[in-house]
């Protein structure tokens, strides 16, 4: 599934709400919950933070029979909430591992303003690549939590442009965390010394445990 950059800026739970109205609208044969209100079964990979636009998300939908992809297809494409579309539609195994813990990664374009220092910033990337830490505060609630950045880092790298995009590559860990793009934006501009803007944040996929470039394990840190 694809999000562009128009797209309401809705929370997840918003996002989830608006595409089980449209598989419930659209009479496709969908399987639903044991719950005391039945919900659709439903599975994104990961949530999508606000603001930022998406070229290929992966959801999980079950039906309670097999049907091709084209009716799929055409039952959804003129429902879909608004900012989404259908990319590809394909069957999964259903006794698989569910979606959202298959996730281990997901790669980021991060494309700067026109003032971006292109070789400033690649020299403060290769700079964050060779430190063991990057020790850093999230806010959760009321509190304030200390974690380490670069172990939820997997590759960042600066392509000059006009205009500088930052690629990157960060990981869903279940104890290290979610590696942010606007959290290594952030620190990237530390580093560099210098204010830096997104234009545009996009993630452009998902990767799974069993893809063949899925990343390895973290590095162990040290103080």
């Given at each position: ?19 089980e ?12 919950t ?26 999980d ?16 494409i ?8 259908l ?66 880092i ?15 590559r960060t ?32 993630r ?20």
């Amino acid at each position: 599934m694809r999000r562009s950059a128009e797209a309401h800026p809705l929370t997840h739970r918003e996002v989830v709400d608006g595409w089980e109205a449209a598989i419930v609208a659209s009479g496709l044969p969908v399987a639903f919950t044991d719950a005391t209100r039945p919900r659709p079964r439903l599975a994104f990979g990961a949530p999508l933070p606000l603001g930022i636009a998406a070229d290929a998300e992966l959801i999980d939908l079950v039906l309670v029979e097999r049907l091709p992809a084209w009716r799929v297809r055409e039952a959804l494409i003129a429902l879909l909430p608004e900012g989404w579309s259908l990319v590809d539609l394909y069957d999964v195994w259903p006794a698989g591992p569910p979606l959202p813990g298959r996730v281990v990664a997901a790669d980021y374009r991060i494309v700067l303003a026109e003032d971006a220092p292109a070789a400033i910033v690649d020299d403060a990337a290769r700079v964050m690549l060779a430190s063991r830490t990057l020790q850093r505060d999230r806010s959760r609630g009321t509190e304030t939590i200390r974690y380490y950045l670069r172990p939820l880092i997997v590759d960042l790298r600066v392509h000059a442009g006009p205009p500088v995009v930052v690629r990157t590559r960060t990981r869903f860990h279940p104890e290290l965390g979610t590696g942010r793009p606007e959290e290594v934006l952030t620190a990237l501009a530390e580093a560099a010394g210098h204010s830096l803007i997104a234009e545009a944040i996009v993630r452009e996929r998902l990767i799974l445990a069993d893809d063949p470039d899925a990343p390895g394990p973290p590095s162990a840190t040290h103080d």
